[in-house]
């Protein structure tokens, strides 16, 4: 017999002398569920010839495999609440933001070549300002710095809108 649950002796309803489960389902239709299952998740392989009845028809069976519980609720929907950073994601973030701010501080008393635009959020190397991000980040917060900084040297300082006025072309006095 299947083990699908039956309702005790006591509870179990005969509408056509069959044998109904606590789902609601008549025994055949169990027995059809059961094929089915062991279709999808390849237990058997079984020929199923038998009509699909409509509430069986459009069943959704849970994926062979789960990535995992907490990320991939299969039986609730898309997940909707907020997923925390790991404590190295937060570590790595703040690392980040310290070379941001040391790479932000070269810039004190330097304006732009063009238009003496002095302030630091708005200031970048030219030609190579995305070179020197790079390597900044790359290098370590420990690391001495000393290539970077000879290459900043060598680097002119300009705003965004020059920046963006040399890179389509345009010549600035």
């Not at 389902?25 to 409509?54: H, Q, T, W």
């Not at 495999?65 to 997923?83: A, D, E, F, M, V």
Request: a positive charge.
């Amino acid at each position: 017999m299947v083990s699908i649950g039956l309702i005790q002796s006591g509870n179990i309803s005969r509408g056509s002398s069959s044998i109904h489960h606590k789902s609601g389902l008549s025994n055949s239709e169990a027995l059809l569920l059961v094929k089915i299952m062991k279709n999808k998740y390849g237990i058997d392989s079984i020929d199923i010839n038998e009509s699909i009845p409509d509430k069986l028809k459009y069943l959704k069976l849970p994926p062979r495999g789960h990535k995992s519980r907490l990320t991939t609720s299969w039986n609730k929907g898309i997940k909707t609440s907020k997923s925390y950073k790991s404590s190295s994601t937060k570590a790595n973030d703040r690392l980040k933001s310290k070379k941001e701010i040391w790479l932000n501080n070269t810039f004190i008393n330097k304006s732009c070549a063009f238009c003496h635009e002095s302030e630091t959020a708005c200031l970048r190397y030219y030609p190579k300002g995305r070179m020197i991000v790079r390597i900044n980040n790359n290098i370590g917060i420990t690391q001495t710095r000393c290539k970077l900084i000879k290459l900043i040297e060598d680097q002119d300082v300009v705003c965004l809108n020059c920046e963006s006025k040399l890179n389509i072309g345009l010549e600035l006095i």
